[in-house]
């Protein structure tokens, strides 16, 4: 699990990185594209271990649902780190915890551990604090 995190850490900056410079010369939309389409060969591969089940009616809302969010986070995410640092972007997209924290518990009765908790202070800490060092210095 710590491997994933770590994995998880790295190709996230990278993908900052790249949208950062991409941005140059790309729209946001182009930008969110490119994504989608580099995202479906590498989500097809745990598919083939997995295996298929076929969707039913059912699920075409929710399917709906998920690819209308998803790509406009993909768009929103690409148009905050065109028009600001990632290190300005990467604080607000932290509120993607507690979101996730009100909507399991929402849906599923299910609060995250004492260990999520620290480990989220920890990160919202650091964060800050590298904000808070860069904004002085340059003072």
């Given at each position: 699990?710590?491997?994933?995190?770590?994995?998880?850490?790295?190709?996230?900056?990278?993908?900052?990185?790249?949208?950062?410079?991409?941005?140059?010369?790309?729209?946001p939309?182009?930008?969110?594209?490119?994504?989608?389409?580099?995202?479906?060969?590498?989500?097809?591969?745990?598919?083939?271990?997995?295996?298929?089940?076929?969707?039913?009616?059912?699920?075409v809302?929710?399917?709906?649902?998920?690819?209308?969010?998803?790509?406009?986070?993909?768009?929103?995410?690409?148009?905050?780190?065109?028009?600001?640092?990632?290190?300005?972007v990467?604080?607000?997209?932290?509120?993607?915890?507690?979101?996730?924290?009100?909507?399991?518990?929402?849906l599923?009765?299910?609060?995250?551990?004492?260990?999520?908790?620290l480990?989220?202070?920890?990160?919202?800490?650091?964060?800050?604090?590298?904000?808070?060092?860069?904004?002085?210095?340059?003072?």
């Open positions: 699990a710590a491997g994933a995190v770590l994995v998880t850490a790295v190709t996230y900056a990278a993908t900052n990185t790249c949208i950062k410079s991409i941005s140059r010369t790309d729209t939309v182009q930008i969110t594209i490119y994504g989608n389409l580099l995202a479906l060969p590498i989500a097809f591969i745990p598919l083939l271990f997995l295996g298929l089940r076929m969707p039913v009616w059912e699920d809302p929710w399917i709906l649902g998920m690819t209308v969010c998803q790509t406009l986070a993909g768009l929103f995410h690409a148009r905050s780190v065109q028009a600001a640092d990632a290190r300005i990467q604080p607000f997209n932290f509120l993607r915890l507690p979101v996730s924290v009100l909507l399991a518990w929402y599923f009765a299910e609060l995250p551990s004492h260990w999520t908790w480990g989220a202070a920890m990160i919202f800490a650091s964060s800050y604090y590298v904000l808070y060092r860069e904004r002085s210095t340059r003072s």
